[in-house]
């Protein structure tokens, strides 16, 4: 009978134990770029070409769910917790796209058919890099280049936005969307330049 009922206490100290752990383990919380992102709302007269903007490319190391931030001390931590609704291309892309297309009125048509033969500005994006530090600041250098579909010449050019963000990985996201918006604008105003004909620069 003794046995039986240290067998039940030990069972009982287990469950706790496993309740306990449970109980202290903190949720996650997911983000996302485009989710809540302000974009400009689309010119009232359509632009009369479509923007195409495939996968954009990231640094592998941050090519994962997991935030991944740098410390004052030029350490680099994966959030375990602290996690992106998609992967980091995908948000940084679809982002990028919101903004875009609704800078210059204009609707982004990658894999999708066109059949009215109006001009195609094919938007080409390699981030070098996607750096997240709380309290300090949220920064994206990325190379784009736009290019005519059907055409050879290509516009090349390169933007920085480093925005200064509070604590707290909600302030975080959201300076990196305020540097998402800045480089849209960069190259929305460069496509308006080749569509316009005129000598588009960066």
């Known amino acids: 009978m003794m046995q039986h009922k240290t067998v039940q206490a030990m069972l009982a100290m287990a469950a706790a134990l ?46 994962r769910y997991q935030m991944v931030v740098s410390t004052e001390a030029g350490r680099i931590d994966l959030l375990e917790h602290e996690r992106w609704s998609a992967m980091p291309a995908s948000e940084i892309g679809q982002a ?35 750096e997240s530090a709380p309290g300090r600041y949220a920064l994206i250098d990325a190379v784009w280049s736009v290019r005519l579909v059907g055409s050879s010449k290509v516009l090349t050019c390169r933007s920085v936005a480093n925005e200064p963000v509070s604590g707290g990985y909600d302030a975080l996201v959201a300076g990196h969307r305020r540097a998402v918006t800045r480089i849209a604008a960069d190259i929305s105003k460069a496509v308006r330049g080749l569509a316009s004909g005129s000598n588009a620069g960066c």
């Open 18 to 63: 496993l309740l306990a752990g449970c109980a202290a383990t903190p949720p996650e919380h997911f983000y996302s770029l485009s989710n809540g992102m302000g974009v400009p709302v689309p010119a009232a007269a359509p632009a009369g070409y479509y923007i195409e903007l495939p996968a954009v490319a990231v640094p592998q190391q941050v090519a």
């Open 96 to 130: 990028l796209s919101l903004a875009i297309t609704g800078e210059l009125g204009t609707v982004d048509v990658f894999r999708t058919p066109t059949t009215d033969g109006a001009p195609v500005y094919r938007i080409s994006t390699n981030v070098q890099r996607f």
